[in-house]
Nanobody
Framework: QARLTESGGGLVQPGWSLRLSCTPS????????ITWFHQAPGKEREAILC????????YYGDSVKGRFTVSKDDAKNTVFLEMNSLNSDDTGDYIC?????????????????????????WGQGLQVNVSS
C-alpha cells in the first residue's frame, strides 16, 4: 500500500531552523505534487507549501514565503521542507500529502494545491514545537 513517511520534528527555539523530510513508499515522486500542511493546536489544516516534481514549480503560502523552501533527493526518493526563522506560530503538526500532478492537473495546480480534499496519500504527521 502506498504511503508517506515524515521525519525531523522536534523542539526548537524561535529563530532556529528545522528540516523535515517526506518519503513515499510504493511510488516515486515523478509526476506527483508534494504538499506540506500545518495544523496549529485547535486549528484546521493549512497548506503552506507545494512542490510539483514534474515541472519543478513551488507554491508558497503567505505565512511561509521567504522563510520555507523545498529540496529533494531523487536517490532517496525524498522531499525536504527547509524551515527557517521559526516562530511560535509555526508550532503544531506537520503533515505531507501527495497528489498526482500531470497534464490538466498541472494547469490547475496553482488554484487547487491548498485544498486537502485533492490529495491521494497522507503521512501520519509529526510535531514541531517552537518555544524558548
Amino acid at each position: 500500500q502506498a504511503r508517506l513517511t515524515e521525519s525531523g520534528g522536534g523542539l526548537v527555539q524561535p529563530g532556529w531552523s528545522l528540516r523535515l523530510s517526506c518519503t513515499p513508499s510504493g511510488f516515486t515522486l515523478d509526476n506527483w505534487a508534494i504538499t506540506w500542511f500545518h495544523q496549529a493546536p485547535g486549528k484546521e489544516r493549512e497548506a503552506i507549501l507545494c512542490f510539483s516534481n514534474n515541472d519543478g514549480r513551488t507554491y508558497y503560502g503567505d505565512s511561509v514565503k521567504g522563510r520555507f523552501t523545498v529540496s529533494k533527493d531523487d536517490a532517496k526518493n525524498t522531499v525536504f521542507l527547509e524551515m527557517n526563522s521559526l516562530n511560535s506560530d509555526d508550532t503544531g503538526d506537520y503533515i505531507c500529502a501527495a497528489k498526482v500532478a500531470e497534464l490538466t492537473i498541472l494547469l490547475e495546480l496553482g488554484r487547487r494545491w491548498r485544498d486537502p480534499l485533492e490529495y491521494d496519500f497522507w503521512g501520519q504527521g509529526l510535531q514541531v514545537n517552537v518555544s524558548s
